[in-house]
């Protein structure tokens, strides 16, 4: 659940340099986990980071559980082209490396993971996915929000990370009706955005699982939440003071 937000947070943390946090709750088992984003530009490269802490229950039942993603590459005529996704995961006892090598030149990705048990390597694997794109999970909503989709129309991208649902991200704008009966759930403005990132393979045991977003003007996402998940029900994230 925690890994599915942070993505969505990298998701909407890309119109601008900065820093943004967010919390992670359950009206049934209240604080899951905390988010921190920071993104970073320096002569036509970026640096996006992603960093989650589980809390409260979960915290407990996952050993301490911590997640960091970092997104680099380089800014294209105002596009991100990512070089390189890295994600890791740390518990009590395991460790969990993988990273995403983007050549653009051979038009492949090369996906590398190394898991650690008691700082002790037990498994490596190497392998070329069979998609490519120069787009990321942290850089994917960056290049899409400028093409400013209609209501009711969606849009595919492929991206290294997200081969779990099939290599695909789908963004959709809802319909106007849509839109307003979400700011009401999300209890937002009319001024935000409402958009759906609709995963088309299994998310969570189902497909068609949809994470509805509220937007601000520049694109940061401020409220979100994920319908249906198993024991948990639904799920929130929600954007924080510093």
Do not use: C
């Not at 659940?1 to 946090?21: H, K, S």
């Not at 009206?27 to 920071?38: A, E």
């Not at 290294?160 to 403005?189: F, N, W, Y």
């Amino acid at each position: 659940m925690i890994r599915v937000f942070v993505l969505i947070g990298l998701l909407g943390v890309q119109m601008q340099a900065g820093e943004w946090n967010y919390r992670i709750r359950s009206p049934l088992l209240g604080t899951l986990g905390i988010l921190h984003f920071t993104k970073t530009e320096k002569e036509h490269r970026y640096r996006i980071v992603g960093e989650a802490e589980s809390a409260g229950l979960v915290k407990v039942l996952w050993g301490n559980r911590k997640e960091r993603y970092l997104s680099e590459g380089k800014i294209v005529k105002g596009k991100l082209h990512s070089r390189t996704f890295l994600i890791e995961r740390k518990s009590r006892k395991k460790e969990e490396q993988i990273r995403y090598s983007i050549d653009s030149a051979k038009h492949r990705i090369v996906k590398s993971r190394i898991r650690r048990k008691k700082g002790q390597a037990e498994e490596k694997s190497r392998k070329v996915l069979n998609y490519f794109s120069t787009d990321d999970l942290a850089t994917l909503y960056f290049n899409l929000f400028p093409l400013r989709l209609a209501p009711g129309k969606e849009t595919e991208a492929w991206a290294a990370g997200a081969e779990k649902i099939g290599g695909r991200v789908t963004v959709r704008i809802p319909t106007a009706k849509e839109a307003q009966e979400e700011r009401k759930r999300l209890d937002v403005g009319p001024q935000s955005t409402i958009v759906y990132f609709v995963a088309k393979e299994k998310l969570f045991g189902k497909a068609g699982r949809k994470i509805v977003a509220a937007l601000d003007r520049e694109g940061i996402v401020q409220k979100a939440y994920l319908i249906a998940v198993p024991v948990v029900g639904k799920i929130y994230l929600e954007r924080r003071p510093r």
